[in-house]
T-cell receptor
Framework: GESVGLHLPTLSVQEGDNSIINCAYS??????FIWYKQESGKGPQFIID?????DKRQGQRVTVLLNKTVKHLSLQIAATQPGDSAVYFCAERTYSSASKIIFGSGTRLSIRP | GAVVSQHPSWVICKSGTSVKIECRSL??????MFWYRQFPKQSLMLMATSNEGSKATYEQGVEKDKFLINHASLTLSTLTVTSAHPEDSSFYIC?????????FGPGTRLTVL
């Protein structure tokens, strides 16, 4: 079945450093991947997405890398700030699954001053 | 990004009562909306897909008679938790997408006493 998992449940990063959050997925039919940020008590917030025909996409301070060979996704956050503290989820969608988005287990990012 | 709202943001009810949660797309029309449930320190779990003008599609293991979904218009979906019990206490989140990007509501915290 479909599953999306994360390598690390928690990540602590020094303020100003870059953060890298990793994610593994198992469904080779997935064609669209999304990263969400969720702050405590709030709904997930869209960060960035990438389609399976791409291997890299950049946004403002964030970059997503997709390696389809090993079914691996990563989110890079440049110059991490205190406001980046949150739980980050990768999610996948397959065209055949009626556009349902399935979430991974999440990584909590904490920022050290 | 697109705006999805939920009402109420939190609700406390007695065991055995029913609770209705509303999900609205504020600046776009959505023929499909999604309902997720999230327990503390866990990921989001897709419960069902709400389809405007037709029956909802429930994920495996989700009781359709307990979680009633009505998608009455292109901007409103409702989730009714019937005969709620303490184990139904959770964070309920809806989402919808104007195009490819899926946006989430702020969530509804349900506490059943």
């Amino acid at each position: 079945g479909e599953s999306v998992g994360l390598h690390l449940p928690t990540l602590s990063v020094q303020e100003g450093d870059n953060s890298i959050i990793n994610c593994a997925y198992s469904n080779s039919a997935s064609d669209y991947f999304i990263w969400y940020k969720q702050e405590s008590g709030k709904g997930p917030q869209f960060i960035i997405d990438i389609r399976s025909n791409m291997d890299k996409r950049q946004g403002q301070r964030v970059t997503v890398l997709l390696n389809k060979t090993v079914k691996h996704l990563s989110l890079q956050i440049a110059a991490t700030q205190p406001g980046d503290s949150a739980v980050y989820f990768c999610a996948e969608r397959t065209y055949s699954s009626a556009s349902k988005i399935i979430f991974g287990s999440g990584t909590r990012l904490s920022i050290r001053p | 990004g697109a705006v999805v709202s939920q009402h109420p943001s939190w609700v406390i009810c007695k065991s055995g009562t029913s609770v209705k949660i509303e999900c609205r797309s504020l600046d776009f029309q959505a023929t499909t909306m999604f309902w997720y449930r999230q327990f503390p320190k866990q990921s989001l779990m897709l419960m069902a897909t709400s389809n405007e003008g037709s029956k909802a599609t429930y994920e495996q293991g989700v009781e359709k008679d307990k979680f009633l979904i009505n998608h009455a218009s292109l901007t409103l979906s409702t989730l009714t938790v019937t005969s709620a019990h303490p184990e139904d206490s959770s964070f309920y989140i809806c989402s919808a997408r104007p195009r490819d990007t899926q946006y989430f509501g702020p969530g509804t915290r349900l506490t059943v006493l």
